[in-house]
């Protein structure tokens, strides 16, 4: 091999790491195989294949025919909602591959990730997700009595949840138990007072349960060609979101047999003071969600703009111009969109913004509507869950949309963020030379070329054999007296 054994495995090594802390945070397989290409690149390796399953990295190179290809495989099973280690996991592949991190410093850094503290308590992830069920309640109309139930509901679920993935139960039992429990508070509040909408409760505790989940990254995954990575991501959200009806089912036939009442209501009207209400509303739920997720402070007011706006914007298009499917995917797909800027303005994931912007517009109230009807109506229960499957399939293939014409348009007018530009491609595995423009083609000056260099990371190649660069390329004279320079 052109590089010693210790070297190699230490860039592996820091490969593995990264990629296993994007894959567990819902990164999709493309933006893992490019962020692994991107490391093994930088430090002067070619002819390096990646393959990302849903719970599984492996990672082979081949210095050259006569060599023994050295592959590295590494299991990718926790699913963890942590977007400070996943904005820590990127900042560490940027420093690197701009050559701010040295390798060994990388990888002391990319080791020390995982075992740093949550960024918040337990007791402030429940306060975020339960001003986002608070924040849900309000955004469908709900009075004071209702709010403050769906706000109580959230948090019990979470520490509920947290308490059961601590003692290694599944996640499918939590989202049952997280159902029941959504319920069970709703029927508190219809005997309480019988008046109010009490289904309210049940609706933003979906939404609730809902968000995060991996529905995004499985749609952009399937329409992008990584099928075996899709396939496991639609289970596990079929799954768990299975698991959530089945726990709602079960508190709706409790409350039949009590003979509690939890009615439907309409969606709020169109007027000046519901866009108001439907853009503060959805600006908490995103600061909630944020919150919950260990979202660092810096990127909480990017959050709320996107999720207040993209949540008005849906709503106000649904009154006015669109169906509610068009309306959602038009407000994903510039949500997408802006998720990608701001992940390059502030130097963040772009994941973060494009959940945080989908979630308040999580069909709930069908859910919760085609729960009810497959009691009574089974016809019309099943038409309830297909539009709101519609919808569920409307934000995720806007946003994916959005973030793959911004992903394309960004890196033509700023390069210096690529390592935060999401790379949404069919399966790709090898990455050639990195190619350094001087500029976008239609702005280039007459003479200027592009010039290519083997990596970012001159320093650390001095061990490598510069046979590894070597590739045909067909230039003119004037562009081949350019790569001869110094």
Not at 176 to 203: D, E, T, W
Not at 242 to 253: N, T
Not at 343 to 372: E, T
Not at 417 to 426: V, W
């Amino acid at each position: 091999m052109p590089t010693d054994s210790a070297r190699l495995h230490a860039i592996f090594d820091l490969a593995m790491r990264i990629a296993e802390g994007l894959l567990t945070n819902g990164a999709a397989a493309s933006e893992v195989t490019a962020t692994v290409l991107r490391v093994t690149s930088s430090s002067g390796l070619r002819n390096v294949s990646v393959q990302v399953t849903f719970s599984e990295v492996t990672i082979s190179y081949l210095a050259d025919e006569a060599s023994t290809p050295f592959t590295r495989v590494r299991n990718a099973n926790d699913r963890v909602q942590d977007f400070s280690r996943l904005a820590a996991f990127e900042d560490v592949t940027h420093q690197y591959i701009t050559g701010e991190l040295s390798l060994d410093e990388a990888r002391r850094v990319a080791s020390e990730i995982p075992q740093t503290k949550p960024a918040y308590r337990l007791s402030l992830v429940a306060g975020g997700f339960a001003v986002l069920g608070g924040a849900a309640a309000l955004s469908l109309g709900a009075g004071t009595l209702v709010v403050l139930a769906a706000t109580l509901a959230a948090a019990m679920m979470i520490v509920i949840s947290d308490f059961l993935t601590r003692r290694s139960i599944p996640a499918f039992y939590s989202q049952a138990l997280g159902g029941l429990v959504a319920v069970l508070v709703a029927v508190l509040v219809a005997l309480i007072q019988p008046a109010a909408n009490s289904s309210i409760v049940v609706v933003s505790c979906i939404i609730v349960q809902l968000a995060g989940l991996t529905s995004i990254g499985a749609v952009q995954d399937a329409v992008t060609g990584w099928y075996l990575t899709a396939a496991g991501r639609i289970l596990e959200t079929l799954m768990l979101t299975v698991g959530l009806v089945a726990g709602v089912r079960g508190g709706l036939l409790l409350a039949d047999l009590i003979g509690a009442e939890i009615a439907v209501s309409a969606a709020l009207p169109i007027s000046l003071a519901s866009v108001v209400v439907l853009a503060v509303s959805g600006a908490a739920m995103g600061l909630g969600y944020a919150i919950g997720t260990y979202a660092p402070a810096r990127l909480l007011l990017g959050v709320a703009l996107i999720s207040g706006s993209s949540s008005a914007l849906a709503h106000l298009l649904a009154e006015l111009a669109l169906d509610r499917v068009n309306a959602v995917a038009v407000a994903t797909f510039l949500a997408g969109m802006a998720s990608v800027f701001l992940g390059d303005r502030l130097r963040a994931p772009s994941l973060l913004f494009v959940m945080a912007g989908v979630i308040p517009l999580v069909p709930g109230g069908r859910i919760f509507r085609g729960l009810l009807g497959l009691g009574d109506d089974f016809v019309i229960g099943a038409e309830e869950l297909f539009s709101a499957a519609e919808i569920a399939i409307a934000i995720a293939a806007g946003a994916v949309l959005g973030q793959l014409l911004a992903s394309r348009i960004l890196p033509r007018f700023r390069r210096r963020g690529i390592a935060y530009t999401p790379a949404i491609s069919a399966p790709f595995t090898t990455l050639r030379r990195r190619r350094v423009t001087v500029g976008p083609r239609m702005f280039r000056r007459p003479g200027q070329v592009e010039r290519i260099e083997p990596s970012t990371m001159t320093g650390e190649m001095t061990a490598l054999s510069p046979a590894m660069f070597e590739e045909i390329i067909e230039d003119s004279p004037a562009q081949r007296a350019d790569h001869e320079e110094p």
